[in-house]
């Protein structure tokens, strides 16, 4: 809950310290902020991945716990869940453990190199680019096995342009992660919105639902049609698709601050993302 009384003030990169090669300018937005809403998904092992895709199969999110501090911690971590190492070592001194994650599961920011082979890795991303004011685009009507066209974008009349990062908000990840229709009922956006929001020259895009066609549970691709154009689209543009957002419910109504940092992963085609909304 908001603290009354505490409004914080965040004035988006305001910046003259044009020497300093790490920091850039942006058009001063200031917002104030009372609350910080996390939107990003748990990090666990196991995290479900694109149905029947070798890749996601092959290469499950693994948080493996190699060293515990005691056997009391040892067993409250197997009672939590956590994996834990064949070779676990009781130490006496420090809990330590080893992520694995195939970087396009969960919340995470395809950079443009994930589908452009001369584009920006990951690491080179400019954080002004996701670090931003944002808009929710509201589609409450987008249930189980649905589509998200420009003519339902456009429709909301929410405005989003360049400076801005707007996010797709179907709630479908916020109801549906962890349960199998998650992935099987998933809806997804029609080709021709990565196009739009290119056009637009937004800043990054954000989204709760898959940005192409659920070919995994059998729907067709037109004849000539490319997969993955929502991706090409903005990629090719150099903007970053932040995926699989959740809890924007929780927004409110108007702008916010977007802050969608990805680990910085040299020469990475993607990463899991922390994201976080600075809401009034
Ligand atoms: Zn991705």
Same mark, same amino acid.
């Given at each position: 809950m908001p603290h009354a009384g505490s409004f914080a003030?965040?004035?988006?990169?305001?910046?003259?310290?044009? +020497?300093?090669?790490?920091?850039s300018a942006q058009s001063p937005v $200031?917002?104030?902020? #009372?609350?910080?809403?996390?939107?990003? &998904?748990p990090i666990e092992s196991n995290m479900?991945?694109?149905?029947? &895709?070798?890749?996601?199969?092959?290469?499950?999110s693994s948080v493996t716990v190699i060293a +515990? %501090?005691?056997?009391? $911690?040892?067993?409250?971590l197997r009672a939590e869940g956590m994996t834990l190492s064949n070779n676990l070592a009781v130490n006496g001194r420090s809990? %330590?453990?080893?992520?694995?994650?195939l970087v396009h599961n969960g919340t995470h920011i395809d950079a443009p190199r994930h589908m452009i082979d001369k584009g920006r890795p990951v690491d080179q991303v400019p954080l002004e680019q996701v670090a931003k004011e944002a808009v929710l685009i509201d589609l409450p009507n987008k249930g189980p096995n649905s589509t998200v066209s420009v003519k339902d974008i456009l429709d909301t009349?929410?405005?989003?342009?360049?400076? &801005?990062?707007?996010?797709? *908000?179907?709630? @479908? #990840?916020?109801?549906? @992660?962890?349960k199998p229709e998650f992935w099987e009922q998933m809806p997804y956006l029609e080709a021709g919105v990565g196009e739009l929001?290119?056009?637009?020259?937004?800043? +990054?895009? +954000?989204?709760d639902v898959f940005p192409e066609k659920a070919i995994w549970r059998g729907v067709k691709l037109d004849p000539g049609e490319v997969w993955v154009?929502? *991706?090409l689209a903005l990629l090719e543009k150099g903007i970053p698709m932040i995926q699989f957002v959740t809890n924007l419910s929780q927004i409110g109504k108007g702008r916010f601050v977007l802050i969608a940092a990805p680990l910085r992963i040299k020469g990475g085609d993607a990463s899991p993302a922390r994201v976080i909304a600075l809401a009034e």
């Open positions: 003030f965040f004035t988006v990169a305001v910046c003259m310290l044009a +020497a300093a090669s790490s920091v $200031q917002l104030k902020y #009372t609350r910080v809403v996390d939107l990003t &998904l479900p991945g694109i149905p029947g &895709l070798k890749s996601y199969a092959e290469n499950p +515990a %501090i005691t056997e009391a $911690q040892k067993e409250l809990m %330590i453990s080893i992520l694995s994650i009349g929410v405005e989003f342009g360049p400076n &801005l990062i707007p996010v797709i *908000h179907t709630g @479908w #990840t916020e109801k549906t @992660w962890g929001m290119a056009k637009k020259n937004v800043s +990054a895009v +954000a989204m154009a929502n *991706h």
